[in-house]
């Protein structure tokens, strides 16, 4: 089935050691998006790639960067993790961004821990 | 700026009751409105969605309809299962640019046989 994995699932790591988190899907589509859900909270959007194109949200910091080296894959790159940086970060596609194409398809979410 | 606002939680009932899930708007434009669906340990899933004023989406059940006057989209079902426990999101999709979804708080549902 077409789909979008992330990958780990559950990812522990040190306050300031830097992390990334994995995302990758079979649907093809043009745009990936990458939110972050905190405890009891609304998923928020941190950016999102069309195609190649990177679009950062204005409130996103500065220690969240992230790559699209191909189509399939997208990562999220946390230079700097802080205690507030624990979440879900979920992984959605797009197959476009406007029209009656934007249905979003999110991934299962990995759940990042700050120790 | 445009932002949803969904009732608190936690909603409780019994299986077969009906259930509303209130949401509201504001928006600049037309958005498309949705309601995504979170089961424990899972990403969202969309559930049902309405593109323009007086649509009816319905999926598994589930109904909301897209009131301009009211900047409503409530979310409705007859009949209730254990199944349907879960964190229920309205958002809404802006009009024009990307559509960037932005999110209401959720409301988790929590039914009990």
């Known amino acids: 089935d077409a789909m979008v994995i992330q990958n780990p699932r559950y990812q522990v790591t040190q306050f300031g050691k830097p992390v990334t988190l994995s995302c990758s899907q079979t649907?093809?589509?043009?745009?990936m998006y990458w939110y972050q859900q905190k405890s009891s909270q609304a998923p928020k959007l941190l950016f999102h790639y069309y195609d190649k194109d990177f679009n950062n949200e204005a409130d996103t910091p500065d220690n969240f960067q992230s790559r699209r080296p191909n189509t399939s894959f997208c990562f999220l790159d946390i230079r700097s993790p802080g205690l507030g940086d624990a979440a879900m970060y979920l992984c959605a596609t797009s197959r476009e961004r406007g029209g009656a194409l934007n249905e979003q398809f999110f991934g299962p979410g990995t759940r990042l821990t700050v120790l | 700026g445009n932002s949803v606002t969904q009732m608190e939680g936690p909603v409780t009932l019994s299986e077969e009751a009906f259930l509303t899930i209130n949401c509201t708007y504001t928006a600049t434009g037309y958005p498309s409105l949705f309601w995504y669906v979170q089961y424990p340990g899972e990403g969202l899933q969309l559930l049902l969605k309405a593109t323009k004023a007086d649509d009816k989406g319905s999926n598994k059940g589930f109904e909301a309809t897209y009131r301009k006057e009211t900047t409503s989209f409530h979310l409705e079902k007859g009949s209730v299962q254990v199944s349907d426990s879960a964190v229920y999101f309205c958002?809404?999709?802006?009009?024009?640019?990307?559509?960037?979804?932005?999110f209401g708080a959720g409301t988790r549902l929590a039914v009990h046989p």
């Open positions: 649907l093809n589509h043009n745009v």
């Open positions: 958002a809404l999709a802006e009009s024009g640019g990307y559509n960037k979804l932005i």
